[in-house]
């Protein structure tokens, strides 16, 4: 009789993991800060080459230095960048790509892809909130400077030519917009003035520091 | 002297400020939180200062030692707030963590302390530090009585009363508490009784309503309940007795009856025409014989068969002139098609008729013969031999047969006086609704009949030619005159009358199980093993020994249980045997009748249960607290329910997720008031939905009432100008005329969807007939709406909340935690146990009530919209989906404040 072979296995914890995640997650999004995003639509475009090694270190073939010069070569290739890549986001990118080669080694196989799905996820959900909160915060100082235009909503949405415009569901003054195409000059002009303002103050924030 | 009330509710605003509600005070056995322990004392504290208050030989408690104690017990487990203990009790931190800390109590006292204006506050910081055991070290004492500068002597005896009075309240259960009571130093000062329960449903909460009573009459007071029973303690001088069985027993028929009273018995006795037309023979009246009959006609519709296939109408009217002996061969199947729809709501009634007369109702084999009669046949036989029983027994049968037959007799004469020769036996060979027999052998005698033989007109002279109304009116009067005379026939205790209120309460008493003569264990013993070996051959058999397949209870005899009040009773069970014949299994009459009080109660079989326990033990003073926040919600529900509502637009739903969590947002369940739940309950109708149902109500006030505004002036005395601000009036509830309301009501479908019962602090069951799934979603997503109102009565109401299914047995006690998860092992597995804790509560709660805002966003199948989101990997792969499904691409700013409120429950 051949001999019973006995294996002990035994449920994988995510939990054991997450700070190395953690770490991972904030390395990225800090190299992600110096990406030059070309759209900020799709995903692919929005987690840039970490995506990439997100999919190689997945393969367990890869290693550590190989995977970030391949990763700095799309950095390199994206038109925005032109070919640069500061100090700080060469170093995130280095340690995130190093981590997530020893964790993808030290993880069961059985759980490399459930683990690289929750750590695509959780950078990209980073990015997005980080774009959302930011998006957010010139709505807020268009409606304070649509504010100071009009002395009501009613003047506002009549100006406008769109009724029920209040000023809290005023949306993002994008001038990219199918509704910016469509609307009134004197909705285009608010947003145009207000972006000029925008960058003013921004170009005096920065010169300021 | 203190006034408590005003203490209390200081106490209890204090402790909410301080966020009690949230936070732990006993893990380990039971849940509850530093709320509710502490009030429990203060309680129980406050009922022993009022058996006291008289008893001056024990203690001579004084006004200041009054004052030490309350304060005492309301900061005894002051440290158990802070973050350091909360984390060692949830186990998150290593290491024990004391909760006796003197600092923050010395911090705390400063400024309670006035409220009594008390100065001296050694004795409440001995009594705070020494009641935990682990604390109460002989060098401790020393040190305390050396240096704690007390003025009261009798400081000691302070700490120990506070200390035994927390050990009384942390114990777990009734019977935990009674030990714990039995080993404190004041016992021999006391006397004390309980009383105790089966949980089993309604009539628990009707037992525990009864128990308690009787116990209050004999001068006892309720110190602590517990969701089966409550301890009583009273003066050791006054002697009180403990009520008897009997008492308790008096009083419950009494509370039944009150519950009976007013009912509306007619709608739960006639049946469905696809079921059984009396499936409660036991609620039958012969006294409400008329009332029966107009139920049964407004069962069906007219326009019901109307609406089936021509084909199914062609063949049923074709199937009609072949069995008919009367109709007219040359008429057109549409002709026939359509006597037939007019004539189903008669067939119902013949339907009640034939089965109210029928041996369903009526079991010959127990008629009971006069009291003469019965004697003569005792002297003639000699019952005392075992030939003599034989004979006598073959006499009864023999006059029962007697009384039988001339009952039968009696109504063929009646019945085909009216309706012709050979009519009886025709009703008596339909079956089920079968609309080509039933018009065949019932209508067309009815129809061939002269209206004028009834004094009433029509062209031609035949009944068929009557109106509807009149003719379903007519077919009534003349059935009930036949039923009438035929009853009469039989003696009073022969006629099929209700159920009594004391037949109900025997069966309900017997889930009392203390005060109760003692029984030997071995006789219960045997007794269920009797019935577990006896009755499974007999699990689908009226008759001999048996064990409830509900209630697991022995009992013998039983009846079949049907559809109308019991789900599935044909389908698989253990309890009988394999490959059995299939039939209705049989339950006890305590099953029985519990359906029948919750059916009569909500007026239809309820979809579910949600009960309601105190976390463990509850004080008198919480318990009526608790008692007072469901009465207020019941109170303003049942306003909405009934047809006196100011505003019809306003319903009551438990499972519209989203549309609560809109309404919580930015508040804590825990500090709902019951005006506030109520609220969060009630919703609005769309204005497209008030518009159909205003069109519908303008329709029937036209058709019953008048097309012209005048017509609706004169009958409500009004000077309404116009018909608009006249419907305008009624539906804003400033008409109060009671047809006129019963309209509105009709139309905005104001019918009494729930019902709260809240009888004492025990437990509250509040009976849904409506289930909480919205359309066809799966058993996951409605548990997850369950579950998200199951967290919040819990939390706002401080109890344990669970729901119940159809026949499912209550197999907690409260204090397993805030709510118990439904049992869908997908909705187990993801929330990680089968309840959710005080500490668990407020996460799940707003991540639900987040999930729900997300539906629409995420576009999520109906089906399983809110289990999806919350069974997302990341908040990531969530936004993604938002971003996907959105027309702009991207996901807003709100949607991230859901994301967040998500995030920490997922796994």
Redesign the interface.
Known sequence: MRKPITIQSSRFD?ESIKPKMETIINAFDTYLDGYPVKT??S?HAIMGPVAKILERAQTRHWDVDSLIGYALRVHEMNPRSHGFISPEARAALELGTKEIIDLCQKIPITAVA?VI??L???????R??KA??H??KI?SAFVIYLKEQYSNHNALALAWGEKGLTFENIRYPSQR?DSYKKAKDSKKNDTDGFWNQYQTSKEEEESEE | MINFDIFRTKAIQWMITRGWKEKLAKRKGFEQSLFEHTLCELDALITFFSIWADFSAYNRLTLDEQKILLVAALLHDLGKETDAWQKYILGKQSGYVSHCDESLLKEVLSEILPWFSLENSAEIISAVMLHMRSASTPGYVFAQAALGHHSNPRWKMLADLVAQIDNFCSAKGLFGGLTALERCDFIQNLSIDYHQVNLRGLSTTLLHKAAMECFLEKGWLPLMHYANGTIYAASPQDNCASPTRQEIHNRLTEIVQETLLGREFHQQVVGSPVASMLPKPDLFDYREFRLYLKTAAGRIGRASFKKKSEAEQQRVAEEYMRLSKTADAGKEWQLQAIRIAEARPEMLIFKVFKTALSEKLIDPAKLKIDQEADRLLQESCHPETPQGEKKYLAEIKKAQKKIWDGFQTLLAREYEQIFGQGSLADLLNTSTLMPAKDMARTIDYFWALPASRFDRQAIPDQVEFLRSEDRENLLVELLAQIAEKVFASLSEDNRPSRLSPETVADQFIKDLTHPLPAIPFQQVVNEQLKAYTQSKPLARKEGGQHLCPQCNWPFYGGSSAKADFLNNPEAHTNRAAAHSRPGYIVICDHCRYERFLEQLILGGKPAKTLVLFPRMGIGPGAGSLLQEKAKQIWTKFALYMSDRTPDPSLNISFGLTSEIAKKLAGQEAWGLSAEAVADLLTYRTSKETEKKRRKALENLLKENIGSQVEDLNSLWMTEYPTWDEAVDALIQGQVMEGESLRYRAESFSLTHSLEIICQTPHMILVSLQNPLGIGKESDTNAGLRELFILMILGLALDCTAASLADGEVISFEGGEGVARVPGVSALRNLIGSEWVGISEATRWIRAIASASQLIIATDYPDRSNLYQILTA?????I??RI?QKSE??????YH?EH?KNIEPVL?
């Not at chain 1, 695509?120 to 980073?126: C, F, M, P, V």
């Not at chain 2, 990997?873 to 792969?877: D, I, V």
């Open positions: 995510l900020a639509r995903k459930k799905d929750r695509d996820y959780s950078i990209y959900y980073r997005r909130v959302l909160v998006m957010e709505r917009s | 990997l990341t908040a990531g792969h936004l993604r971003e702009a691409g991207t996901a807003a700013i991230l994301l796994k």
